[in-house]
């Protein structure tokens, strides 16, 4: 006899927090189900995908790199969001058998960052890739007047800035990321959405971080999507300026909310978050 199970897919996987997340609301809710970690390569989705629609104990699965994008080319109609984000992040299957593709990242950073007014405010926000995608989406949602993309490749920054319409309520900027101490003058808020910074990662340039670490007299925010470690050197320099900070975990539990919810039909039990942190972090 099967049990009904979830998974998440990538390459690698070994890392993947979402099994302790949606093993722990399993268990709280004293629900019958696992969640899974399978390690599945560039160019393995179709096959994965064919094998999945068959098994009848599968409810879905989160998707992390290198298949997001693939993703959002494979499955049935992803909805509009998922065509901005150019990425899908957890693919379910209907009653009657087709793959369906969401992204949960904006709400997860919807989550994080919902204690911030960022109406009218400048934000600085460092990466190009498809986390600063949501990101960007979020804050033109939350109507912040002005975002400067910093990336190390220009071009890239240049694109993402053109997805947002011109004549909007948000006015994107990009610069390549040395402009970082000029471009953060004034901003209420700034955004890691690079690796930089993780446990074994690239490491945070010197230049970002001792412009952090400088004091500023009006209330600043630090959001860094990363959460190994979990006040990371940018985290650390921002509250050493002075800035009140968010760190990768909530966008991480906040993500996996909706998609729990999608794969096993029951809300997560949100009131031991904080047990959930602590326990994510040991
Ligand atoms: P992605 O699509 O691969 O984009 C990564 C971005 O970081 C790109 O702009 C890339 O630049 C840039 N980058 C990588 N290495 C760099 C370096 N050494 N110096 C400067 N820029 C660098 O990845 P993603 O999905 O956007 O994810 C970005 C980060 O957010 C990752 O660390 C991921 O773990 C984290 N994340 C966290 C959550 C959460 O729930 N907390 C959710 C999603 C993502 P190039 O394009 O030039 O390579």
Not at 39 to 68: F, H, M, Q
Not at 228 to 255: C, N, V, W, Y
Not at 261 to 275: I, K, N, T, V
Request: charged share 25%; hydrophobic share 45%; aromatic share 6%.
């Amino acid at each position: 006899m099967g049990r009904p199970y979830a998974e998440v897919i990538g390459d690698p996987v070994a890392h993947s927090k979402s099994p302790l997340i949606h093993g722990f609301w399993l268990e709280k809710l004293g629900m019958d189900g696992e969640y899974r970690r399978t390690r599945i390569g560039a160019g393995e989705l179709p096959s994965y995908l064919e094998a999945r629609r068959r098994d009848i104990w599968w409810r879905g699965c989160n998707v992390t790199a290198p298949l997001k994008e693939e993703a959002a080319a494979s499955v049935g109609a992803p909805a509009g969001l998922c065509r901005f984000l150019g990425a899908v992040n957890c693919i379910t299957r209907t009653p009657l058998s087709c793959m369906v593709g969401t992204n949960t990242d904006l709400a997860g950073l919807k989550e994080a960052l919902s204690d911030i007014d960022l109406v009218g405010t400048h934000v600085v926000l460092i990466g190009a890739g498809g986390a600063a995608r949501a990101a960007l989406c979020h804050l033109a949602s939350s109507r912040a007047r002005l975002v400067t993309i910093l990336a190390r490749d220009e071009k890239k920054a240049s694109a993402l800035a053109s997805l947002l319409p011109a004549a909007g309520e948000t006015r994107v900027e990009f610069a390549a990321l040395d402009h970082f101490p000029t471009a953060a003058e004034g901003a209420r808020l700034v955004i890691n959405a690079t690796p930089m910074g993780m446990r074994g990662g690239p490491v945070m340039p010197a230049f970002i971080l001792d412009r952090l670490a400088r004091k500023r007299d009006e209330p600043t925010f630090a959001f860094d999507m990363i959460y190994d470690p979990l006040e990371s050197d940018f985290l650390a320099a921002s509250r050493t300026g002075g800035a009140r900070i968010k760190d990768g975990l909530h966008m991480l539990i906040g993500q996996a909310a909706p998609a729990f919810e999608l794969f096993f039909g029951a809300a997560p039990p949100r009131e031991h978050d904080r047990e959930l942190r602590e326990w994510l972090v040991r």
